[in-house]
DNA sequence: TATAGTATCGTAAACGTTTACGGAAATTAA
DNA sequence: TTAATTTCCGTAAACGTTTACGATACTATA
């Protein structure tokens, strides 16, 4: 590897001279710099991150912390891989890399966190699976280190951070429930314990309030977020006395096992229930009929939370002076034909 | 951030016996030790990683090398989940971090290592999306930088890789269908680049060959690994003259598709076609009736490649003396309903 | 011409570690 | 008691940068 050093004794300049021209500092002659840029290409000296590091305390990176787990949330599809895009996308207009740093199943998030924040690998960071209350929050908002998280969480709000608007998902879904008629409408949860399901609820509830529905704790239905689950939730529905007409399901992977359960009996999404999901991923356009869904552009999401990341990062904030530090992330509803049913004179 | 020298002013002694206390060097007395590792914990010390990266030219860290593109060969999220929850379990086993590093889309691959590399974060690297002629693993071969690939590539082949058995799994499927009675035999590839591709379609001809069955052109079916690329596969299929009674789906995101088109025309799956996807992915089950596929485990995978890396790095080899350093990933076949039809009387 | 200003560059310290080396004290051997 | 050995620890250099400071030479101003 060819160091600063090598530079200077093969230009016969210091090493200092060296430095300032790769680092387009001003008080530097033209010539000598294109001498210095020349020999350096030639040389392939390219500038060693630790040394760099250590002296100016900055790593040049931006890391993403994800869980590994294979079930995050039901994210299967390329969720990340289309936030990480976005993400790149931005932060390569500074010049930063991207560092994805996976949570292994086997480990404490929070104690992970702590790990990487002390390895000062990345001079910012982007949190994912936001927990309602979540330690790495804690922790982060301690220490120095500029965060976003993607996410809302009750632990501590004076942080950026973006969340998809499922506030507006579930009223939306609600709202075009009502409108065809629908009276009694359940909603299918995670059964584990992200951020996400108690949002969802909250607005689940005030929606219904909204129309003068009685909320019904029965038609709050839990499962994972899977086939399985899906299929799960198909059958507690079906076995209610007062069947709901209508339902929403938070996680659309468990779609898959809704439908199925429902054509085990002879029974027709989008006829004999109405459903909506929630995220339009690759597998909603695959269903028959057609799943009824909420579009979300990954890659627009990424960049967003780059731009919110480095906004309250000194040395980046010129760039973002008018950017809103955190925001609620809309989302447009797709028609399919799973709630194609209206007022239905059966329920079933 | 408490470095060494604070912890050496508090403890009264100097930097150096701290540091060979914190690192179990053998020439420290037990009690000072036993204090400095108490202070250590009490002030909340942990080594600053650039200053340790630039003094021993290490970094305790892994890089794994992926594309972060939506549509990388069908490998969705759950894919890399999977592999990094494996890498990571075994890192963790001496210490080493995991770092992921995706290339984005707008940039040459191939730079975009060269700049891992310069950056000097890892120690090793893992990459995949290996293609058939990989310029990454040109020049990480002249680099000095240990790696391994997951897939293989006639780039150069004096490096560790681990590739799955693509020659297997078409070699098994090929048999089931002639045991079964099928003589017109398709295939369908993604349409991109992928050395993936070149080794099934090499397996299905030698497999074909090994039953005296004709290879012909037109049974070799080309798209995009996604459900348009399926659904024009089948449409393709249904117009030939003489039609395949069964077919190897490489990428069973196509599956969906191929269903769907089918059940356009009436016909069903496992009953006017045989079909075997591959790999078993969480949507195989889902699948009605049930997709035939392969199974692997992706965590057991991710083992795998750390160990075949680690073993090529001196300061691990001693862990690994009997590990291979390349190998063939087998899969065993999942059974299921779409590869039912034997011997049909009216081939479609 | 003398002075002030400017352009350019070299010097050296600093970032936080690790580690080779040597020295002092403690222990053992004679 | 002395010499030899061992145990423990401090010193200082080194890794590759960046940057404050000062020095030099040149240019413009009076």
Same mark, same amino acid.
């Given at each position: 590897?060819?160091?600063?050093?090598?530079?200077?004794?093969?230009?016969?300049?210091?090493?200092?001279?060296?430095? &300032?021209?790769?680092?387009?500092?001003?008080?530097?002659?033209?010539?000598?710099? /294109?001498?210095?840029? =020349?020999?350096a290409?030639?040389?392939?000296?390219?500038?060693?991150?630790?040394?760099?590091?250590?002296?100016?305390?900055?790593?040049?990176?931006?890391?993403?912390?994800?869980?590994?787990?294979?079930?995050?949330?039901?994210?299967?599809?390329n969720?990340?891989?289309?936030?990480?895009? @976005?993400? =790149?996308?931005?932060?390569? #207009?500074?010049?930063?890399?991207?560092?994805? *740093?996976?949570?292994?199943?086997?480990?404490?998030?929070?104690n992970?966190?702590?790990?990487m924040?002390?390895? =000062?690998?990345?001079?910012?960071?982007?949190?994912?699976?936001?927990?309602?209350?979540? #330690?790495?929050?804690?922790?982060?908002?301690?220490?120095?280190?500029?965060?976003v998280?993607?996410?809302?969480?009750?632990?501590?709000?004076?942080?950026?951070?973006?969340?998809?608007?499922?506030?507006?998902?579930a009223?939306?879904?609600?709202?075009?429930?009502?409108?065809?008629?629908?009276? &009694?409408?359940?909603?299918?949860?995670?059964?584990?314990q992200?951020? *996400?399901?108690?949002?969802?609820?909250?607005?689940?509830?005030?929606?219904?309030? &909204?129309?003068?529905?009685?909320?019904?704790?029965?038609?709050?239905?839990?499962?994972?977020?899977?086939?399985?689950?899906?299929?799960?939730?198909?059958?507690?529905?079906?076995?209610?006395?007062?069947?709901?007409? /209508?339902?929403?399901?938070?996680?659309?992977? %468990?779609?898959?096992?809704?439908?199925?359960?429902?054509?085990?009996?002879?029974?027709?999404?989008?006829?004999?229930?109405?459903?909506?999901?929630? &995220?339009?991923? /690759?597998?909603?356009? %695959?269903?028959?009929?057609? *799943?009824?869904?909420? #579009?979300l552009?990954?890659?627009?999401? @990424?960049?967003?939370?780059a731009?919110?990341?480095?906004?309250t990062?000194?040395?980046?904030?010129?760039?973002?002076?008018?950017?809103?530090?955190? =925001?609620?992330?809309?989302?447009?509803?797709?028609?399919?034909?799973?709630?194609?049913v #209206?007022?239905?004179?059966?329920?079933?």
């Open positions: 590897m060819v160091s600063i050093k090598d530079l200077a004794k093969h230009l016969d300049i210091s090493i200092g001279t060296v430095s &300032r021209a790769l680092n387009d500092k001003p008080d530097v002659n033209k010539q000598t710099r /294109a001498k210095v840029l =020349q020999a290409d030639n040389l392939g000296y390219v500038a060693n991150q630790s040394g760099r590091s250590l002296r100016q305390g900055t790593t040049n990176a931006i890391g993403f912390l994800i869980e590994s787990g294979a079930d995050t949330e039901g994210n299967s599809d969720f990340f891989m289309g936030v990480i895009d @976005g993400l =790149q996308s931005e932060l390569s #207009k500074h010049k930063l890399d991207l560092l994805v *740093l996976p949570c292994s199943t086997d480990e404490d998030p929070e992970y966190v702590k790990r924040v002390a390895r =000062q690998l990345v001079d910012g960071m982007i949190i994912s699976a936001t927990h309602t209350i979540d #330690k790495r929050i804690d922790f982060l908002s301690k220490s120095k280190l500029p965060f998280a993607l996410g809302q969480s009750e632990t501590g709000k004076n942080h950026p951070w973006i969340d998809l608007d499922f506030e507006g998902v009223r939306v879904s609600i709202d075009r429930f009502v409108k065809n008629g629908h009276q &009694r409408i359940a909603i299918a949860l995670s059964a584990n992200l951020n *996400l399901g108690s949002i969802f609820l909250k607005s689940y509830k005030d929606s219904l309030k &909204r129309h003068d529905i009685e909320f019904a704790p029965e038609l709050v239905l839990q499962a994972n977020s899977n086939d399985k689950g899906g299929y799960a939730i198909a059958d507690e529905l079906l076995n209610l006395n007062d069947r709901p007409t /209508a339902i929403l399901l938070v996680h659309e992977l %468990m779609a898959h096992g809704l439908y199925r359960r429902f054509a085990e009996d002879g029974l027709v999404v989008g006829r004999d229930l109405a459903v909506i999901g929630f &995220r339009n991923s /690759a597998q909603a356009r %695959m269903f028959s009929p057609s *799943l009824t869904s909420f #579009k552009s990954l890659r627009d999401l @990424g960049i967003a939370l731009a919110s990341l480095l906004s990062m000194p040395a980046y904030q010129k760039h973002y002076s008018g950017k809103m530090l955190s =925001q609620i992330w809309p989302m447009e509803i797709v028609d399919g034909e799973s709630d194609a #209206k007022i239905p004179k059966n329920p079933i």
